[in-house]
């Protein structure tokens, strides 16, 4: 043999070699987290049992309680670290209204939150991921209050948009992997916010809403994971 074909098979050997320690090199990041959810909302505290009025027009207050209701949300995130992901956050809550129907009028109490989230994941073999989550962020509420009508000289109850009130919330939940990158979840989490000092205006008249909301909630959701490779 010569050493031309020597030197051929040796570059051959090294080359394939240094392609294989490459690959192998080849790691698959999780990047991003995009999920959308939804489910059942129980208000508790002041939302549960709040009442509206009375009114300089009217002396007599009105209940408007908020029933169990529903929720839908999406979470936009960045893995941090394998296990840690942190991002954003928005959730619509709905919930009727507890009074008789000639008084409920279709209304509904209303919740719109923007927050910063964090999931923190108990990744291990197992396609079953546990996993516990945290946000703060904004509540944008709509109230089913009742309101003087200056055109008409008469009393109302209207959807009042209350200014936007601190919020946070814990929640914990089960994850699984229906394929490499993407899977399902069912997720308990528990919200409040501060409203009690909330005002809304119509017309020139502030209303204080006057009681803190918290929500207990019960969501299931699908998860996408975007993977590079590094």
């Given at each position: 043999?010569?050493?031309?074909?020597?030197?051929?098979?040796?570059?051959?050997?090294?080359l394939g070699s240094l392609n294989v320690c490459a690959q192998e090199e080849v790691v698959t990041k999780d990047i991003l987290e995009i999920s959308l959810y939804g489910g059942l909302g129980v208000p508790t505290g002041g939302i549960?049992?709040?009442?509206?009025?009375?009114?300089?027009?009217?002396?007599?207050?009105?209940?408007r309680a908020a029933k169990t209701g529903w929720d839908i949300g999406i979470d936009l995130g960045y893995y941090v670290t394998t296990k840690l992901t942190a991002g954003l956050n928005f959730q619509y809550s709905q919930f009727g209204v507890d009074a008789p129907e000639s008084e409920a009028g279709?209304?509904?109490h209303r919740l719109f939150n923007p927050n910063l989230y964090a999931r923190y994941s108990f990744e291990g073999e197992s396609f079953f991921v546990p996993y516990n989550k945290a946000h703060v962020g904004l509540e944008n509420p709509k109230f089913s209050?009742?309101?003087?009508?200056?055109?008409?000289?008469?009393?109302?109850f209207r959807e009042l948009?209350?200014?936007?009130?601190?919020?946070?919330?814990?929640?914990?939940?089960?994850?699984?992997?229906?394929?490499?990158?993407?899977?399902?979840?069912?997720?308990?989490?528990?919200?409040?916010?501060?409203?009690?000092?909330?005002?809304?205006?119509y017309q020139g008249n502030t209303y204080v809403f006057g009681e803190n909301?918290?929500?207990?909630?019960?969501n299931f959701g699908v998860k996408l994971i975007v993977g590079s490779g590094d």
């Open positions: 043999m010569t050493k031309a074909s020597v030197t051929i098979i040796a570059a051959v050997l090294l549960s049992d709040w009442t509206t009025g009375p009114l300089p027009v009217l002396d007599k207050t009105y209940e279709g209304h509904a209050t009742l309101v003087f009508d200056e055109n008409s000289d008469d009393v109302k948009s209350y200014d936007p009130s601190l919020a946070y919330g814990l929640g914990v939940g089960l994850f699984y992997y229906t394929a490499d990158y993407s899977g399902i979840y069912l997720e308990a989490g528990y919200h409040t916010a501060m409203t009690e000092d909330a005002e809304g205006t909301t918290s929500v207990f909630t019960l």
